[in-house]
């Protein structure tokens, strides 16, 4: 499988959904993984005298096709620290360049 080129390394903390002894979902410890991968703003403004404003509150990530990610994963790049805001999904580039998308917001700390 081909993949691009992802300039940055990104932190993946992906909390674990256990069972209590009733059967009842309740969140279990995070897991930790690594993956290669690019972060853009969601978007760009650009004002009339040509000078662009960047919202970097609310990003989408762009990692490694098989990375798992869901709603309320920590990721961090860059000394940054993000928090997933919805379903990852698997993206076809071309028919045969996948990767995994999924947008995030900046978390306080």
Excluded: C, K, W
């Excluded at 790049?77 to 997933?84: I, L, Q, R, S």
């Amino acid at each position: 499988m081909t993949s691009f080129a992802f300039p940055l390394v990104i932190t993946v903390h992906t909390a674990g959904v256990g069972e209590d002894e009733y059967g009842n979902p309740v969140p279990s410890a995070f897991t930790t993984a690594t993956a290669r991968g690019d972060v853009q703003p969601v978007r760009t403004d650009e004002a009339a005298d040509g000078i662009s404003s960047v919202d970097v509150d609310e990003v989408r990530f762009y990692l490694e096709a098989g990375t798992v990610v869901s709603a309320g994963s920590r990721l961090e790049a860059a000394g940054v620290t993000y928090e997933a805001v919805g379903p990852a999904d698997t993206r076809h580039y071309n028919g045969a360049l996948d990767y995994v998308r999924v947008r995030a917001r900046r978390t306080a700390a």
